[in-house]
Nanobody
């Protein structure tokens, strides 16, 4: 059974940092591109970042470029999202996503507020 489980969300002040993790199971993790999405209250789910399975090439939404870093550990079947210089507009539920299989995690809440 394919499963994605996110962790690491929480409340952080503006300018702070958080590191999200997504633990994968049930598939050959090293063969797939992985991605993060987010959904703020009242808004559609939006793309945040992705990392390829071949050469760890990364891609970011313009809104997070230069602040967020996506990495993966194939041995541990985990993908991370390091979020720095957080802003109130980064507040959302963050989802781990396996694009080619259409699989989503349950999400983890990130709240940026003073």
């Amino acid at each position: 059974q394919v499963q994605l489980v996110e962790s690491g969300g929480g409340l952080v002040q503006p300018g702070g940092s958080l590191r999200l993790s997504c633990a994968a199971s049930g598939f050959t993790f090293s063969m797939y591109t992985m991605a993060w999405y987010r959904q703020a209250p009242g808004k559609e789910r939006e793309y945040v970042a992705a990392i390829s399975n071949t050469d760890d090439r990364t891609n970011y939404a313009n809104s997070v470029k230069g602040r967020f870093i996506i990495t993966r550990d194939n041995a541990k079947m985990t993908v991370h999202l390091q979020m720095n210089s957080l802003k109130p507009e980064d507040t959302a539920v963050y989802y781990c996503h396996l694009p080619t299989r259409g699989i989503w995690g349950q999400g983890t809440q990130v709240t940026v507020s003073s």
